[in-house]
């Protein structure tokens, strides 16, 4: 940020003033550095993915100076029925920040405290103060295993918003306990937040139907590799998808490009492309955690496409840097891991294993 | 919208239950009706746009896993090369509707007025109620010319918005009207909505570095045609756009996909094509103009891609009502004009001047 002088600073809004942004995930420009920190896919999208884009250029590139359908219907249409609901139950925007950001307006601009844990995804606070609610914002602490204790959401509150499985703890909960909060708060918004749900948690939303107050939120961007192209969405009953339209024509009419919506749509239609690319994720972070754990690591139990690990025996900055340093040395190796991704990481840990755990 | 009981409506904000969302140009699916009311190109992108998108599916499909750049720092390049100013004076957003948003949020939300025209571009009022302010703001009538009077905009206010050109009128002010404004207004962000300024205005973007107070927005919708991928941009000094920065990075951080990126950076190089497609439109506008004056219009001085006529003998409703039945029956004539587009119009419009004008 530039330096701002306080005569300058006269032309921002108060509030903007005071807000303290996110910060995405470093984009590191550092060559053969295996980058894994924003959970990014090491599978491309379906091949019916590229073939919907190339279909938009080669049948009617024309089409681009005209607006795409601002209710993204197409999209809608291929999201309900991948996820066995009716079209009425689905939401979509700009990634899952957008569709968060969204529901933060939507629902958490109370006043009574939202609920969440710490620590959860860092986004939450900021949307938080975004929207002028963050002394109603309620934090609560995990327990000492990592995990949410769901006895805590039974307490006075304006919304509630749960990461399943949570981030960067990788621990999912189980729908019995996402029903325990669902009842607990017949009154509030439940939103729960299942950007990594794919990788092996069970979804809420079969619970949809169930329950007035519940809100689901999913992302393209991490089981469908899609995160270049900015594209979540929600699942709700139709009352609160009402709210989320009234906020987003509200804001920005035509959030999802022509190309977004194509290839999103030929996403969703390759279920069986999907469910295989999940399933090798999951088989290659269970041979991770495994063979971490051989070499003296803790590891909670991950159903996300991230673990959250740490050697007791080192500090966990020294260890991240030194990694990083690592990486410049093993051009080869790590050509070879960035082909074979979470798997073959394995195959960089062996060889480190003598720099690092001694 | 679905039906919503007071019940229901309970889980809503309570500020977002009385929004009144903008509604965006209505989308028709009636086959041969020329569609003129959300002002797009009726020219396609540059051919080198469709190239740079089949050079990611090409090189590097892959990528598409992989988040973009949350600062879209290769399209602030190639924007601030086009409008010969500093990458540090560029925002970019999903859209100018998105930029526009962020622009209100940044520097409108005051405890003094904000000041813009009536009539003027419909999503100003909605963004005031979005973000609290619509009991702050003073809408300033045109004069009977339906021109926007500079004297208005000296009087106390939080922040100025004015559409240049103006839209729905078409009427364009001069940069000294603009210059009168910014130099009345030293304490307000006076934001200049240049839309639809390269069809014949004459861009503020040349004051940026006199003035500490002004904020331009363009969009790559209207000139570029690229309305179906979401690309809007802000030029103003580097204390404002760290506002903007702030502002964005506290709601959506990656707003722009890969292939928006892409595309329009390669629209943004190929200033010769550009020039090219505004100069056709104006020249089309300018006949299109004179040949409805011959038909008895009153027509107001465009410097836009569209025009604001009325004809004194007829009921401008039931004219609208009429061509659009019309157009159902010239099909042949319709496709003629789709593919001639502005000009073309001119076809149908003598054709049809015996239905309606007698």
Redesign the interface.
């Known amino acids: 940020?530039?330096n701002?002088?306080p005569e300058?600073?006269?032309?921002?809004?108060?509030?903007?003033r005071e807000?303290?942004?996110?910060?995405?995930?470093e984009?590191p420009k550092i060559q053969n550095l295996l980058k894994l920190n924003?959970n990014?896919?090491?599978?491309?999208?379906s091949p019916k993915?590229?073939a919907a884009?190339?279909s938009v250029?080669i049948d009617s590139?024309?089409?681009?100076?005209?607006?795409?359908?601002?209710d993204a219907s197409a999209l809608k249409h291929a999201i309900a029925k991948q996820q066995h609901v009716d079209v009425?139950n689905v939401f979509v925007g700009?990634?899952s920040?957008?569709v968060l950001?969204h529901i933060f307006?939507?629902?958490?601009?109370?006043d009574k405290p939202i609920l969440y844990p710490d620590i959860t995804y860092s986004f939450y606070p900021?949307?938080s103060?975004?929207f002028g609610i963050s002394t109603q914002t309620k934090i609560l602490p995990l327990n000492d295993d990592f995990e949410i204790d769901v006895a805590d959401y039974k307490q006075p509150n304006g919304g509630i918003i749960i990461t399943n499985p949570n981030a960067p703890t990788s621990i999912a909960l189980g729908l019995s306990a996402i029903e325990q909060v669902l009842q607990a708060n017949p009154?509030?918004?439940v939103v729960i937040d299942e950007a990594y749900v794919d990788f092996g948690a069970e979804s809420a939303v079969s619970l949809v139907e169930k329950y007035?107050?519940l809100v689901v939120c999913q992302t393209t961007?991490k089981s469908r590799?899609?995160?270049?192209?900015?594209v979540g969405f929600a699942i709700a009953q139709?009352?609160?998808i009402?709210?989320l339209?009234?906020?987003?024509?509200?804001?920005?009419?035509?959030?999802?490009?022509?190309?977004?919506i194509a290839?999103a749509v030929a996403s969703f239609e390759d279920q069986e492309y999907f469910v295989a690319q999940c399933q090798k994720v999951i088989v290659s972070r269970d041979k991770l955690v495994a063979d971490l754990v051989a070499l003296g690591f803790k590891v909670l139990p991950s159903s996300a496409n991230f673990i959250f690990a740490c050697l007791p025996s080192k500090d966990a900055g020294e260890l991240a840097k030194a990694l990083r340093e690592v990486a410049l040395l093993f051009d080869t190796l790590i050509n070879h891991v960035l082909i074979n991704s979470y798997v073959s990481l394995l195959v960089q840990m062996n060889k480190i294993n003598a720099l690092l755990i001694r």
Chains 1, 2 share one sequence.
Not at 105 to 110: D, E, G, I, L
Request: without cysteine.
């Open positions: 940020m530039p701002i002088s300058q600073m006269r032309f921002w809004s108060p509030e903007v807000l303290e942004p996110y910060v995405p995930g984009q924003t990014e896919n090491p599978y491309p999208p993915v590229v884009v190339q250029l590139a024309d089409v681009l100076r005209l607006y795409p359908d601002p009425a700009n990634g920040d957008e950001a307006k939507a629902f958490f601009v109370q900021v949307y103060q975004f009154d509030s918004v007035e107050n961007s590799s899609l995160a270049g192209l900015r139709p009352h609160l009402a709210a339209e009234a906020v987003k024509n509200s804001f920005n009419s035509y959030p999802i490009d022509r190309f977004a290839a």
